[in-house]
């Protein structure tokens, strides 16, 4: 067996810590998902209200989605402009 | 897969060299292009409005509409800001559909407009609460939560910059990946999700934050 380069070695853990990085947005979707069952119950209670619902539902999905964001972004860090190689 | 931007032309000044990204010829387009709409729309307003005018109206009463329903009576005063900010965006997250790369999917654009915001939102609770009123607006409810009020200030910019970012840069790469896949036909329908409604999602989202964030900051 050939000895793995460092590089090699860095690049492929970067890769699986980039996708392992996106299991943070798992937490996003359970959150924007009862948001959304939330703001559909109050549709159903209050449908004159539908315009007023569905703006505070998209301001609150938005700041909801900062943190699966940061997961992407680390993402792309980790794959397109790695930090760790240049340690080497 | 191009991640950062491209460099079209490196401009000499004073002896160093200055490279521009796609993203600046391409913002300098959209802001020509916006300055060119701006000067034909606003020409010759009548009293019985017809044509573009019509158009350029309903935008306008749109807009004032929605500022009035998010940030009281009296905030008729953002209403160029926010249009601006509003029409920049929409043709910004757009563009991609022209085959330009979009200005927003480059962190220096996104990061500026979020600096605009949050220095507006420092001087308007300046300007409500007075230097008094303002400085002691950190030191509540009390005086060791300073350090987190500060932080909770800065991170409002920070988290508008990366959500238009974020959003923008994942939808052109996940684009890119399934033009590398299936080149043909299968992309077409995407791009209404990736490019027409999260661009119009995101201008929406950024317009109402900057509001809220300014509303926020006078009380």
Redesign the interface.
């Known amino acids: 067996m050939s000895a793995i380069d460092g590089k090699a070695l860095i690049l492929a853990l970067s890769a699986l810590g980039a996708g392992l990085a996106m299991i943070g947005t798992l937490g996003t979707g359970i959150g924007q998902g009862i948001a959304a069952g939330k703001a559909a119950e109050a549709v159903a209670r209050q449908p004159d209200a539908q315009n007023d619902i569905i703006?505070t539902l998209?301001?609150g999905d938005?700041?909801a989605?900062?943190s699966a964001?940061?997961c992407?972004?680390i993402a792309?860090i980790l794959i397109?402009?790695n930090p760790l190689v240049r340690l080497l | 897969m191009e991640?950062?931007p491209k460099v079209v032309f490196v401009f000499p000044l004073f002896g160093m060299n200055i490279p521009v990204t796609e993203t600046v010829v391409v913002t300098w387009g959209i802001m020509a292009g916006l300055m060119i709409f701006g000067y034909v729309a606003g020409r010759n307003f009548e009293k019985i409005p017809r044509g573009l005018q019509n158009a350029v109206e309903i935008l306008y009463e749109g807009l004032e509409s929605l500022l009035k329903s998010t940030m009281g009576e009296g905030s008729e005063g953002f209403v160029p800001y926010i249009g601006t900010l509003a029409m920049f965006l929409f043709v910004a997250n757009l563009i991609g559909l022209l085959t330009f790369r979009p200005p927003t999917a480059d962190l220096s654009t996104t990061l500026a407009l979020a600096g605009i915001t949050f220095v507006l939102t420092q001087y308007e609770g300046l300007k409500r609460k007075g230097i008094v009123g303002y400085i002691r607006g950190f030191f509540e409810p009390l005086p060791f939560m300073a350090p987190l009020n500060i932080i909770g200030q800065i991170a409002n910019p920070v988290?508008l910059a990366?959500?238009l970012?974020?959003?923008i840069?994942?939808g052109m790469?996940i684009m890119n990946l399934i033009y590398s896949v299936v080149p043909v036909l299968i992309p077409a329908p995407l791009h209404f999700y990736f490019d027409v409604f999260a661009g119009i999602?995101q201008t929406?989202?950024f317009i109402?934050?900057t509001m809220?964030f300014v509303a926020s900051a006078a009380d």
């Open positions: 703006r998209l301001l938005a700041i989605e900062t964001i940061y992407l972004i792309l397109f402009a | 991640f950062f988290s990366f959500r970012f974020g959003n840069l994942g790469i999602l929406f989202i109402m934050l809220t």
